[in-house]
């Protein structure tokens, strides 16, 4: 796992309480939403 920053996880604590209080639908654009912020945060360390 890679380090994260509190923006980081204020980004997944709010993703899996969206995963966990909506759809389908809903669950989808919250994962895709984390999966950018993960790649983002990521490329800016390199």
């Given amino acids: 796992l890679y380090p994260v920053g ?3 996880y204020d980004i997944a604590r709010e993703t899996i ?3 966990y209080s ?5 669950r989808l654009g919250a994962l895709g939403r984390l999966v950018k912020t993960a790649v983002a945060s990521v490329r800016g360390r390199d």
């Fill in 6 to 8: 509190a923006f980081d």
């Fill in 17 to 19: 309480r969206t995963i």
């Fill in 22 to 26: 909506r759809g389908v639908s809903g």
